[in-house]
């Protein structure tokens, strides 16, 4: 759903006293989303001039911000300002943001296209965009204090520049950077070349999304933006499993996904079934000498990567961050490894001292998958999403890469579950009959079950 905010009241007020009453009624319009849906790929009106016609690219859960042109440049308008964004289902988080997203929208132009950008800043505090890997002038670089003042609340701002290089960038704030940024604010950014490229392949699909993190206590609503390392929300594009869209394809079609982390570590992003190319970072499209094939491509800090494949083995195949912990949600940490440990006896003594102790991960976690634990409001379990198998027990940065034969061509609807063909399947097998195991397991029977769940009552623990 896309709302078309005109500039009324209160806030033409604020923002014709820096652009100016006239040149306010010229501004375009500042298209807001209030979605966390993917978005169909954005058309430009009448592709003509320098809106050439190209693949355009699809935002995992966001969108692309319409331009309008204004005598052969192409116009846009940001707003920075507070937002509320669905990272799971159910669990919302107060997040900063553009034109009603956290992420902002993509901004998808075309090599040598001049553009145009008038950013408004209805935060409680300063701000700036910087617009990372782009070839500008200096004025136009961003950065609070150094290339520009920082733009006041309520004043709107405007950039300009020619897109001069085609490739995969992203933009965000650079002024008070670390809180602005731990709250959500910042935008993915496409150059398409401008015809036929030797280092640029054409591709059916074109994914893109930011690596992102919050630490959000379990419970509250607003991300604590001190925290440098020990964040508990794993996010693309501000969205957790089982909140991130799958990405789609028919097959046989080359895919180009396109990732940048604004988070504080780095993130192996691995996708199953198929092998990749890193054809392009921030800095442009890579030689063709130097790629190789990889599972897995790690992203750094402050860093971008597009990695290109062609979809040949249907199936649904998990796209996902390596480390472990940026798959889990927000109640993973502080739990203590219980693996072996025979609880018998304990459990009685444990829950007159604490009547909330209950017994959990003596055999592994993965009982967290499944279990129905009573959850602070407004977060998500450490483990969760639900195959056509059972419990994925993922809960952060990981999705579903799904390839299907029968896809038309352009739909990014999602199939549903791959249905496996007869026989190629893992599956039970019938040991009747094979030599007994080894020795037993240690503790085959473990804690009284009744004590896997919390005391009734009780919302925390
Ligand atoms: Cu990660």
Redesign the pocket.
């Known amino acids: 759903m896309q709302r078309r905010h005109f500039f009324t009241g209160a806030a033409t007020a604020v923002a014709a006293a820096s652009v100016g009453r006239v040149a306010l009624a010229a501004l375009p319009e500042a298209v807001q989303q209030t979605s966390a849906d993917t978005a169909a790929p954005w058309t430009p009106p009448g592709v003509t001039g320098a809106g050439r016609p190209y693949n355009p690219v699809v935002t995992l859960n966001g969108w692309t911000l319409p331009w309008r042109m204004n005598n052969g440049v192409k116009e846009f308008h940001l707003v920075a300002e507070p937002v509320v964004r669905e990272v799971a289902p159910g669990f919302h988080v107060n997040l900063w943001g553009y034109n009603g997203q956290s992420p902002g929208p993509t901004i998808e132009v075309v090599e040598g296209d001049r553009v145009r950008i008038y950013v408004t800043n209805r935060l409680p505090e300063h701000t700036t965009i910087h617009w990372h890997g782009q070839r500008l002038p200096n004025g136009m670089d961003g950065v609070g204090g150094l290339n520009q003042p920082q733009i006041p609340v309520g004043k709107t701002f405007v950039y300009e520049f020619v897109a001069r290089r085609p490739g995969t960038f992203m933009y965000h704030p650079h002024a008070d950077e670390m809180v602005q940024m731990a709250m959500g604010m910042m935008g993915f950014w496409v150059t398409h070349p401008k015809g036929k490229h030797p280092l640029i392949e054409d591709v059916q699909r074109d994914y893109c999304f930011l690596?992102n993190a919050f630490d959000v206590t379990p419970g509250s609503r607003t991300p604590q933006v001190n925290t440098m390392l020990e964040h508990n929300i794993?996010c693309w594009n501000s969205r957790a499993f089982p909140g991130i869209s799958p990405l789609v394809a028919r097959l046989g079609e080359r895919v180009r996904v396109r990732v940048g982390n604004l988070?504080m570590?780095?993130?192996?992003i691995h996708l199953h079934g198929v092998e990749f190319e890193v054809t392009g970072t921030d800095g442009g499209p890579t030689p063709r000498g130097s790629r190789w094939p990889e599972v897995t491509t790690d992203v750094a800090v402050g860093q971008m990567r597009q990695i290109e494949f062609v979809a040949d083995e249907p199936g649904d195949w998990a796209m996902h961050?390596?480390?472990s912990h940026?798959t889990m949600g927000a109640m993973g940490h502080g739990v203590p490894t219980m693996i072996g440990v025979d609880h018998r006896g304990l459990v009685k003594p444990l829950q007159k001292a604490a009547p909330d102790y209950m017994v959990m991960g003596e055999r592994g976690m993965a009982d967290m998958g499944e279990m129905q634990m009573e959850l602070p409001a407004n977060t998500f379990p450490m483990m969760t999403g639900t195959g056509p198998y059972g419990p994925i027990e993922m809960g952060g940065?990981f999705t579903v890469f799904k390839v299907r034969a029968d896809q038309k061509p352009g739909d990014y609807s999602d199939p549903g579950p791959y249905a496996q063909p007869p026989g190629t399947q893992a599956r039970l097998v019938d040991t009747t009959g094979a030599p007994a195991a080894p020795r037993a397991a240690p503790n085959p029977n473990p804690a009284d079950a009744s004590a896997r769940k919390p005391a009734g009552g009780h919302a925390h623990h």
Do not use: D
Request: with cysteine; net charge positive.
């Open positions: 690596l794993w988070t570590t780095n993130h192996p961050c390596h480390k940026h940065m």
